[in-house]
């Protein structure tokens, strides 16, 4: 709780910019945001992370951790500080996982991380966006709470699509919603849509297209996304009271 704080009041900074992107309809990129955003957002969704993702996420999904067992390559688009990314590192010594971000800052911060966790081995993280990070044939991609954040959801997922293996996944974590939107005016979903309203939207429209999904987009409409960039099978893996957990196979 205290990193959504932190994340708030770090967002609230940007008030004025937001209201005024608010008039122009040009939006707010991530990267504008103070600092303390950055790290808040990390310090909410790791514990999330680590409570969930190797125990329960990653075994949803169909044959994923077997491969991520006998050494897979994995990339973590739009990672962020690398919280996912190192959680994985450190659960998989044989796989190797590669954390993308179009955010510079960000990947620093990553870096320095991974290495004190002493994976550089095994974990590495690169400048790159979600329309154009490199390598092919990816056993497995990951999003955890950063597809509504681009600009271009549909266009991230067929790259995606493209730099997979014939056989491999995606998936993609994102705050838990329903469909309809009186369902999500619920404690959790009302967070969610203010984060959304300074954040998320804001962020989406300063990028190319300017989807904005927002924060609670909900199952049909990220399977619409998926489905356009290309994929043929789309699924609920699982779910928390939190998070969607969404896999998909191209
Ligand atoms: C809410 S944060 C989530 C970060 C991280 N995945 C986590 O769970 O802690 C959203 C992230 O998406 C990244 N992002 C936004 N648009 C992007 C794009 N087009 N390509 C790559 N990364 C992007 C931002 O820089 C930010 O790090």
Redesign the pocket.
């Known amino acids: 709780m205290l990193g959504a704080f932190q994340g708030m009041t770090a967002a609230m900074r940007a008030a004025p910019r937001i209201a005024e992107a608010f008039r122009s309809g040009e939006g707010v990129g991530?990267?504008e945001h103070d600092p303390d955003l950055f790290v808040g957002?990390?310090r909410f969704?790791r514990p999330g992370y680590n409570a969930h993702l190797v125990n329960e996420w990653i075994p949803a999904l169909e044959g994923v951790r077997e491969k991520l067992e006998r050494g897979a390559r994995v990339a973590d688009?739009?990672?962020?500080?690398g919280?996912?990314t190192i959680i994985m590192g450190k659960a998989f010594p044989r796989s190797t996982f590669v954390g993308?971000?179009?955010?510079q800052a960000?990947i620093d911060a990553a870096r320095e991380r991974a290495q004190r966790a002493g994976l550089s081995g095994s974990v590495a993280f690169e400048t790159a966006?979600?329309k154009s990070f490199p390598g092919k044939n990816y056993d497995l991609v990951t999003f955890?709470?950063?597809l509504h954040?681009?600009?271009d959801p549909v266009g991230a997922a067929r790259h995606v699509c493209e730099s997979l293996a014939p056989d491999g996944t995606l998936m993609l974590v994102e705050p838990f919603a329903h469909d309809e939107t009186e369902r999500n005016l619920n404690p959790v979903g009302r967070i969610f849509y203010s984060v959304s309203t300074l954040v998320c939207t804001p962020?989406s429209l300063s990028?190319e297209v300017g989807a904005a999904l927002g924060a609670q987009a909900g199952e049909k409409r990220l399977r619409a996304v998926l489905k356009e960039g290309g994929f043929t099978r789309v699924r609920r893996a699982t779910e928390t009271p939190f998070n969607l957990v969404i896999e998909a196979r191209p």
């Open positions: 991530w990267h957002v990390e969704f688009v739009g990672c962020g500080h919280a996912s993308f971000d179009y955010h960000s966006a979600a955890f709470d950063c954040d681009m600009g962020g990028q």
